[in-house]
């Protein structure tokens, strides 16, 4: 079945850039089905959508980060990536790939990854 | 920005009993953007229900979702163990994926 995995530097300095890639398995990123999401979560509290992408490359990203991410996607790796510039210690967080579905009637996250811990500090 | 607002905060009850947990969204969302996520300690989150009250794959039966609107509701007929967790409730809106602060229910 489909499996997402996150990669990347679980330790960031203040004001670096985050980067995190997000492998899939057992299913194409290309499908014309899905789009392909990053949501976080700091230590202890609730969930914060960041930015999905369609395979094409077109990307959505949440107003409030708009300025500092990046997300882009490498079909022939079957992966997409993150990148979050000038992060500080409120960037510390659980950061989770996902696959979204956005059809009429459906429109959620239905697989996730495992998720990673990135703690920024220097 | 839509807002959503979950309630309780913390639901304390015991097995066999039934959840009712509160989603509030600030404006009015269309049923198709809702949707309800479980998460355990440690582990990613979890699709239970998507467009207010179709289960996902693999959901049982005890779990169903209802609302329209403004509110919304998720039930849990009987509590199994296993069902203890948090749950968060999600909408679509013109500013993207906005998720509720999450509602805590642990056992009695």
């Known amino acids: ?122 | 920005e839509l807002v959503l607002t979950q309630s309780p905060g913390t639901l304390s009850l015991s097995p066999g009993e039934r959840a009712t947990l509160s989603c509030r969204a600030s404006q009015s969302v269309s049923r198709s953007f809702l949707a309800w996520y479980q998460q355990k300690p440690g582990q990613a989150p979890r699709l239970l229900i998507y467009n207010a009250s179709d289960r996902a794959t693999g959901i049982p039966a005890r779990f169903s979702g209802s609302g329209s609107g403004t509110d919304f509701t998720l039930t849990i007929s009987r509590l199994e163990p296993e069902d203890f967790a948090v749950y968060y409730c999600q909408q679509y809106g013109s500013s993207g994926y906005t998720f509720g602060q999450g509602t805590k229910l642990d056992i009695k």
């Open chain 1, 1 to 122: 079945q489909l499996q997402l995995q996150e990669s990347g530097p679980r330790l960031v300095k203040p004001s670096e850039t985050l980067s995190l890639a997000c492998t899939v398995s057992g299913g194409s990123i290309s499908s014309s089905d899905y789009y392909w999401g990053w949501i976080r979560q700091p230590p202890g509290k609730g969930l914060e959508w960041i930015a999905y992408i369609f395979y094409t490359g077109s990307t959505y990203y949440n107003p409030s980060l708009m300025s500092r991410v990046t997300m882009s996607v490498d079909t022939s790796k079957n992966q997409f990536s993150l990148k979050l510039s000038s992060v500080t210690a409120a960037d510390t967080a659980v950061y989770y790939c996902a696959r979204l579905i956005r059809h009429v009637h459906q429109d959620a996250f239905d697989i996730w990854g495992q998720g990673t811990m990135v703690t920024v500090s220097s």
